[in-house]
């Protein structure tokens, strides 16, 4: 089970992070993304972490501001976010891929959070 956090209402140019918690003992067996769908869209892909951390993947439209990371201690990926822009705006969804190279699928991840929403205002 993924349980999402962290979402708001932001100003344009500020940031949030996003975490994801995973409940269970095979955290780090999987590889983890982040993925958003706005009003209107298709979901797409953010970014996405190997099992092991050493791997990131970005969308283009994301590169340079956001970051992924993971802590396989406590079960949890992030998905800091800075440089907020208003196409930022979306719900962010953590996923889980029984994987262990960075996945920008969304069919190949298995488990999904609940979403956490971000808004960014202009």
């Known amino acids: 089970q993924l349980q999402a956090s962290g979402g708001g209402l932001v100003q344009a140019g500020g940031s949030l992070r996003l975490s994801c918690a995973a409940s269970g003992r095979t955290f780090r067996s999987y590889s983890m993304g982040w993925f958003r769908q706005a009003p209107g869209k298709e979901r797409e892909f953010v970014a996405a972490i190997s099992r092991s951390g050493i791997s990131t993947g970005y969308a283009d439209s994301v590169k340079g501001r956001f970051t992924i990371s993971r802590d396989n201690a406590k079960n949890t990926v992030y998905l800091q976010m800075n440089s907020l822009k208003p196409e930022d705006t979306a719900v962010y969804y953590c996923?889980?891929?029984?994987?262990?190279?960075?996945?920008?699928?969304?069919?190949?991840?298995?488990?999904w959070g609940q979403g956490t929403q971000v808004t960014v205002s202009s």
């Open positions: 996923a889980a891929a029984p994987v262990g190279t960075v996945v920008d699928v969304a069919l190949r991840y298995d488990y």
